[in-house]
């Protein structure tokens, strides 16, 4: 079974503005509600691919049921900590000849909320895969996602990762199933631009150095990039398409290749990228067919 775990999810209020003016009344043309955060996404792509997953997390007040409902409504197993004070955040997303965008700070998470979400993680058993991704709320330690990976390290438990700076290489030592950082994250964890698939390559070798079983790199135009546990290295063209929206597309990715990776790594990383090109060439998240269109243009 997957498990995502989105310790900061929110509600992403999306408002389309013909043209936003700074201290005056503004009026939208068109709204959409969206359900946030990495893990979240993730659990939406796996359903559209018919993979069952569980989303797990903190969620409060009625922000947080409104996500809880939307879920189970698109089919989605949830399991998610209610937290006794505060709401689950909304995102605000202004879209006007730019993006401007309000991220709301989120609900003080305590000692006693983070108890609760341990019992559920104790529950989960070998072989199953948890897919730790997005930030963690600033009322949390910022090794929280150390702290959750030493808890169940012997419990034979993949690890997906998908975070970036220390949050990703603090989680290294853990022996990840799968990194997924982006070429942006990489060269930061790298201190240096990459310029080349070739550099890419030799970084996720080091990053596999140092644990990481496989290592999946989103390259934007370049495609992406997988370095499998075998010593391999797959890559996968981008696929052609307007981008409209790349909120999402990571996860995408990610869930693309979790849905595929029973098959082969080549297939996963196929998968991956058709899923996250899809998301991008989307409004929102990408749909089943969107993926099978992209697929089978391949």
Do not use: W
């Not at 197993?77 to 955040?89: K, N, P, Q, V, Y």
């Not at 997988?226 to 981008?238: I, P, S, Y």
């Amino acid at each position: 079974m997957i498990y995502t775990l989105t310790l900061n999810p929110a509600v992403d209020y999306v408002m389309d503005i013909e043209h936003l003016r700074e201290g005056e009344v503004n009026r939208s043309c068109r709204e959409n509600i969206f359900f946030g955060g990495k893990g979240i996404n993730v659990s939406m792509i796996l359903a559209e691919l018919k993979v069952p997953s569980c989303a797990l997390g903190f969620i409060g007040g009625f922000t947080g049921r409104a996500l809880e409902e939307g879920m189970r409504g698109a089919g989605i197993e949830t399991d998610f900590t209610h937290l006794r004070e505060g709401m689950t955040r909304i995102n605000v997303k202004l879209r006007g000849n730019t993006i401007t965008e309000i991220n709301g700070a989120g609900p003080a998470i305590s000692e006693g909320d983070m108890t609760s979400l341990y019992e559920r993680l104790y529950l989960l058993c070998e072989g199953d895969t948890l897919v730790i991704a997005g930030s963690v709320p600033s009322s949390l330690p910022r090794n929280t996602y150390e702290l959750i990976m030493e808890r169940l390290s012997k419990k034979g438990i993949r690890f997906a990762v998908d975070a970036s700076g220390e949050l990703l290489t603090r989680s290294l030592k853990y022996r990840p199933f799968v990194i997924k950082p982006n070429i942006h994250e990489l060269s930061e964890i790298a201190g240096k631009a990459f310029e080349s698939v070739e550099e890419v390559a030799a970084f996720a070798g080091e990053l596999q150095e140092m644990g990481a079983v496989n290592v999946l790199v989103s390259m934007g135009e370049m495609g992406a990039l997988l370095a499998d546990e075998f010593g391999n290295v797959h890559v996968q063209d981008a696929f052609k398409g307007r981008a409209v929206n790349t909120v999402g597309a990571g996860d995408s990715m990610l869930a693309g290749f979790l849905a595929g990776v029973g098959e082969s790594y080549s297939h996963a990383l196929l998968l991956g990228t058709a899923a996250g090109g899809a998301t991008a060439f989307s409004e929102g998240l990408a749909t089943r067919e969107k993926i099978i269109e992209l697929m089978s243009a391949q």
